[in-house]
């Protein structure tokens, strides 16, 4: 199947990126809607933590509803779903009602999560999806460098309620441009072994292969990492350092350019070294940074400098390894690419969330709680990385196996 990569690039980009793009804007709001709604701070955040949890939820059953009645119902279904949400959450009376809003707008979003990722193994794998996702993940990059940013003038601009208005904005021109640019990818004569037995039947299947858990989770830690910064920069940085809201959206945007920039090198990296090599040296080159990151700051050396230039770099890495291991998790799997993504996708997010918990129970609003957390997640993922790849034989990293 011949590929326009741009315009797929295009179209799943904007779709993925609907979802997270509610979150980073929502956060600059998060102290205005608990005086405005009379909440608890403790109320406010759950209307943060059930997107998260919607997150984790969604994909397991989007997967296999992707692979039964195809991609483009679903991805449908879905931004539906997320704008009715979103204009619920836009005139939520009560937290309560807002918080119930937003775990249905996270249910809808997750269709954003997995489809995309199923629709890249359906059209190809080995350095081209490589490609594919790389570029997928470059019109991402639009939610955590402009989000922030967008969602503090909106909110100062015209309140909290707003942001809700702007993302159903999005829902809807998201869902026309999927009916003008994107094509369907899984034809029913596809899905005729599809159901929710055979899912079940696929999820058990994942569970035991070592070799998909094991690029599930080096994946899913670097994201992890990634979460932990997410959770605690903003204190660290504007609390501790005294960086002012706004450069601190800027200090935030500059390692999401190095993470979706250099992921853009995975596609041609692939086709030179093979996909397994690329994994194995971006993890080690992410954890040799974060790692030296912790023992110079261990040491007593608390430079904003110094932090900001080695989470570039270790982001840039780690701008390599998410669409790699997302590629060769999927390899082997493409009857039943929408139920890997959704187990893919789960994993991600539990993964994430725990290592942003585990690390909230340290935080002191002092770097190094924050440092050990990312560099922790990247060991995690450095070690997995040696017992899922390190031996492994078979298919030569050389090979491509070109979708038909």
């Given amino acids: 199947m011949q590929t ?8 799943l980009g904007l779709v993925s990126a609907i979802g997270p793009f509610a979150i980073d804007m929502y956060l600059p709001a998060l102290p205005s809607i608990g005086a405005d709604l009379g909440a608890s701070d403790l109320a406010v955040q759950m209307s943060l933590v059930v997107v998260f949890l919607s997150f984790a939820i969604g994909p397991l059953l989007v997967g296999p509803l992707a692979d039964i009645y195809g991609r483009k119902p679903i991805l449908y279904g879905g931004l539906v779903v997320f704008a009715l949400a979103s ?8 937290v309560e009602w807002l918080i119930f809003f937003r775990l249905v707008q996270g249910l809808g979003a997750s269709t954003g999560m997995v489809v995309p990722r199923a629709i890249v193994r359906d059209l190809h794998t080995g350095p081209e999806a490589a490609k594919l996702m790389s570029l997928l993940m470059l019109v991402f990059s639009v939610s955590p460098i402009l989000a922030p940013l967008t969602g503090s003038f909106i909110i100062d601009a015209f309140g909290w309620r707003a942001v809700f208005w702007a993302v159903t904005i999005a829902a809807v021109l998201g869902y026309f441009l999927m009916v003008a640019a994107l094509e369907e990818t899984r034809p029913a004569e596809m899905r005729g072994g599809s159901s929710f037995s055979a899912a079940w039947a696929g999820y058990k299947k994942l569970s035991v292969d070592r070799s998909f858990l094991g690029l599930v989770l080096i994946g899913g830690f670097g994201i992890a990492s990634f979460f932990v910064y997410l959770a605690n920069s903003s204190f660290v940085i504007i609390d501790h350092y005294g960086m002012s809201p706004s450069t601190y959206s800027l200090f935030f945007s ?12 995975s596609g041609w990296l692939a086709q030179k070294f093979g996909l397994r090599r690329v994994v194995r040296i971006a993890v080690f080159g992410y954890a040799a940074v974060m790692i030296a990151m912790y023992a110079v700051m261990a040491t007593g050396i608390e430079s904003l400098a110094f932090m900001a230039v080695a989470l570039f770099f270790g982001y840039g890495f780690l701008g390599l390894v998410i669409p790699t291991t997302s590629v060769l998790a999927m390899e082997d799997h493409g009857e039943i690419a ?3 993504s959704a187990l893919m996708g789960t994993l991600h997010m539990i993964t994430g969330v725990a290592a942003m918990t585990v690390t909230g129970f340290f935080a002191n609003g002092l770097p190094m709680p924050m440092i ?3 560099a922790a997640c990247a060991v995690i993922a450095l070690v997995l990385s040696m017992l899922t790849l390190g ?12 979708a038909e």
């Fill in 4 to 11: 326009n990569y741009l315009r797929y690039a295009i179209v």
């Fill in 87 to 94: 204009i619920g959450a836009a005139l939520a009376p009560t």
């Fill in 254 to 265: 500059v390692n999401a350019v190095s993470f979706f920039a250099v992921s853009q090198l």
């Fill in 338 to 340: 929408g139920t890997a």
């Fill in 372 to 374: 050990t957390g990312i």
């Fill in 391 to 402: 031996s492994r034989r078979g298919r030569s990293d050389m090979e491509v196996a070109p």
